[in-house]
């Protein structure tokens, strides 16, 4: 039988795993709040830019900045965006194994954001064209400016990404980012949300309204990119608090069980110790009268 005093120090240690368990939960809940916040701002200024450039663009297609530039690889550029640290379960480990469902090397080329998702790719001996730290809360513009240069060196650029769906579901999704900010804009125009228009009629542009334009889109595809990192972190947040909320919820448990471990092992002695008091008494007892006799 296991002694009082060992079951007691693995109770004590059990506790404090239910404690940090509970901090690294409200740290999660906490993230989660602060970036929910972080994309909200991030579609008002997105309806602002739309606004302005609807006024000024010629014709209906978001040219995602190739106006200036002009595409110059004919491949599609597919970006993923996994964790930092492998705290993340297993859906970085789905994301990749999505990516190499339909990569081809001689018609894709890769850009990894976050630690994990690199050192999965390089386990499959894939060489991605840039790696990039997944980025600190409110510095996202770090990662996302020398993207956004290079999707505007391709024919098509395609996001893989964390998605947030509940706290408790978290899932992999694709998006053709110049697709979505169109789709984004014209689901805007059609709201009848756009207001307050800034136009070349009322404003002076320098250097010229094309600049200015292919400036926008550049801008807006930062922006769709920010709130995918966003979301991404959001997922791996929600995922973060999922896991250390199960851990809480065990350790309390095991906790519980060591609790009464250490009552019954702390009774089962004294109940020793009393038979042993007991039956010295008796065998004291039974001497005496052999000694009397």
Do not use: C
Not at 43 to 59: H, I, N, Q
């Amino acid at each position: 039988m296991r002694r009082p005093q060992e079951i007691d120090k693995e109770r004590v240690a059990m506790s404090s795993i239910v404690q940090l368990t509970g901090a690294f939960e409200g740290i999660a809940s906490a993230h989660i709040a602060r970036i929910k916040t972080q994309v909200q701002q991030s579609e008002l200024f997105f309806k602002e830019l739309w606004a302005t450039y609807t006024a000024l663009r010629v014709g209906k297609e978001f040219h995602s900045g190739h106006t200036a530039k002009g595409v110059q690889i004919q491949k599609e550029l597919v970006i993923l965006i996994t964790a930092e640290g492998s705290l993340s379960g297993d859906i970085d480990q789905r994301l990749i194994e999505s990516v190499l469902g339909i990569y081809k090397k001689d018609t894709h080329d890769l850009i990894v954001v976050g630690h994990h998702g690199s050192v999965l790719l390089d386990q499959r001996k894939i060489t991605p064209l840039q790696k990039f730290r997944l980025p600190e809360q409110g510095n996202e513009a770090s990662v996302v400016e020398p993207i956004v240069e290079e999707v505007q060196k391709y024919s098509s650029a395609t996001v893989y990404y964390q998605a947030y769906l509940s706290l408790m579901s978290q899932e992999v999704k694709s998006i053709q980012l110049s697709t979505v900010v169109q789709e984004r804009g014209e689901s805007l125009e059609e709201s009848g949300e756009l207001e307050g228009l800034i136009t070349d009629v009322n404003f002076i542009f320098e250097p010229s309204v094309p600049a200015v334009i292919d400036y926008m889109e550049q801008s807006m595809l930062g922006v769709a990119l920010s709130e995918v990192i966003m979301e991404s972190k959001l997922a791996q947040q929600a995922s973060r608090f999922r896991a250390m909320s199960a851990a809480r919820s065990r350790a309390k448990e095991t906790e519980e069980d060591l609790r009464l471990q250490y009552n019954h092992a702390g009774r089962t002695i004294k109940d020793e110790r009393t038979k042993e008091i007991v039956s010295s008494i008796l065998h004291s007892k039974t001497k005496k009268r052999r000694l009397l006799i």
